[in-house]
Nanobody, 122 residues
């Protein structure tokens, strides 16, 4: 089994910054991509940012230029630096690891973290 543990959420004023971290642990041979999704009340979960093991990046249009995703492959850890935060960024942020193998030629699995609350409010 694989566990994803997130940290770094909290309350911040508009215009402020937060950094989220997510560490994957357990039986891991390789991870294709790691990313962050968010879910606001009464809304669907949506992609915020994603990074592959090769460094390919995907950002939601609403966070482009404000958020930066990075990854430490050796530590199976992904980070999300969030700057110029807005009230509409308020949501529960979930870490995701997809294409996880626990051995060579083993099946691929996806995993989710438990979520961390980010609240942007004055």
């Amino acid at each position: 089994q694989v566990q994803l543990v997130e940290s770094g959420g909290g309350l911040v004023q508009p215009g402020g910054s937060l950094r989220l971290s997510c560490a994957a642990s357990g039986r891991i041979y390789s991870i294709n991509a790691m990313g962050w999704y968010r879910q606001a009340p009464v809304k669907q979960r949506q992609l915020v940012a994603r990074i592959t093991s090769g460094g390919m990046l995907n950002y939601a249009e609403s966070v482009e230029g404000r958020f930066t995703i990075s990854r430490d492959n050796a530590k199976n850890t992904v980070y999300l630096q969030m700057n110029s935060l807005k009230a509409e960024d308020t949501a529960v942020y979930y870490c995701n690891a997809d294409g996880v193998r626990d051995g060579v030629l083993r099946p691929l699995n996806d995993y989710w973290g438990q979520g961390t609350q980010v609240t942007v409010s004055s």
